[in-house]
């Protein structure tokens, strides 16, 4: 049980610094910049100016990649409980 109690607080502090990390990478202002470019992107006129749509497009895969990589991760510590 020891080598269980361990493990269980080891899992409890990547918990808590993930959340201190979640505040820090400031992950809802991304998810809300996300949502707002996702929206422009479906506007009529949006590729009216393709070199500001690729910079849309651009820059919602970097926001999505980001937020990917946490959820996954966040995923794999919850699986581990």
Known sequence: TLLLEDL???RDRL???MDDMRD???LDQRTRQLADL???SSAPDF???PNRAR???SRA???RSIL???REARQALEDAS
């Open 47 to 49: 590729w009216n100016d």
């Open 38 to 40: 996702e929206a422009a």
């Open 68 to 70: 990917d990589a946490w």
């Open 15 to 17: 918990a808590a610094r």
């Open 61 to 63: 895969n970097q926001l």
């Open 55 to 57: 910079e849309t497009l």
């Open 24 to 26: 820090y990478l400031d």
């Open 8 to 10: 269980t607080q080891r």
